[in-house]
T-cell receptor, first 112, second 115 residues
Framework: DAKTTQPNSMESNEEEPVHLPCNHS???????IHWYRQLPSQGPEYVIH???SNVNNRMASLAIAEDRKSSTLILHRATLRDAAVYYC?????????????FGEGTQLTVNP | EPEVTQTPSHQVTQMGQEVILRCVPI?????FYWYRQILGQKVEFLVS????????KSEIFDDQFSVERPDGSNFTLKIRSTKLEDSAMYFC?????????????FGSGTRLTVV
């Protein structure tokens, strides 16, 4: 499986944008880039995914580099509720029902 | 918004006892999963289930573990003879399609404590 690399931790201030980076230099052409987050004492929560184009939804935006070797999850205005561990995960297109392989993720701290 | 429901939220059991963790996936979802997270460690895949059979399992999912969909709504994980090292958060998840361009919905988890 292609590997992802994320910073261990990041800090942000409330109501400011946050850019969470992820490197995936060995990504294959058919891997989807998924982001999940895990709030304290909760299960992982789907945030967003993309393949090649940038994506927006009500939670976040996903910016994917042209060579697809990196991506950035953007929270436009961080709130205290966004404090969580954020995971960048690659999912192969070919395999149905494939597992999610979680790494260590990035612990995001949001300061009031 | 539809949810994956897990019960109980916390279970304490004695070593060697059998436990059953229960999950109600989202009603029209077809793929079901169990993951676990030992305290302070990564979330780990255990098993995926589709069309009433296991589609993939990890090396963690040994003969002590089994899964079942006993009726149209529940999805259970059974640990036959619990060990201390089975203490963890267990998360159930479901997805509409198993395809890579769909996300999963996770439940809030069951904290299993083996004493």
């Amino acid at each position: 499986d292609a590997k992802t690399t994320q910073p261990n931790s990041m800090e942000s201030n409330e109501e400011e944008p946050v850019h969470l980076p992820c490197n995936h230099s060995t990504i294959s052409g058919t891997d989807y880039i998924h982001w999940y987050r895990q709030l304290p004492s909760q299960g992982p929560e789907y945030v967003i995914h993309g393949l090649t184009s940038n994506v927006n939804n009500r939670m976040a935006s996903l910016a994917i580099a042209e060579d697809r070797k990196s991506s950035t999850l953007i929270l436009h205005r961080a709130t205290l509720r966004d404090a969580a561990v954020y995971y960048c995960i690659l999912r192969p297109q070919e395999t149905s029902g494939s597992r999610l392989t979680f790494g260590e993720g990035t612990q995001l701290t949001v300061n009031p | 918004e539809p949810e994956v429901t897990q019960t109980p939220s916390h279970q304490v059991t004695q070593m060697g006892q059998e436990v059953i963790l229960r999950c109600v996936p989202i009603s029209n979802h077809l793929y079901f999963y169990w993951y676990r997270q030992i305290l302070g460690q990564k979330v780990e895949f255990l098993v995926s289930f589709y069309n009433n059979e296991i589609s993939e399992k990890s090396e963690i999912f040994d003969d002590q573990f089994s899964v079942e969909r006993p009726d149209g709504s529940n999805f259970t994980l059974k640990i036959r003879s619990t060990k201390l090292e089975d203490s963890a958060m267990y998360f159930c998840a479901s997805s509409d399609q198993g395809l890579a361009n769909y996300g999963y919905t996770f439940g809030s988890g069951t904290r299993l404590t083996v004493v």
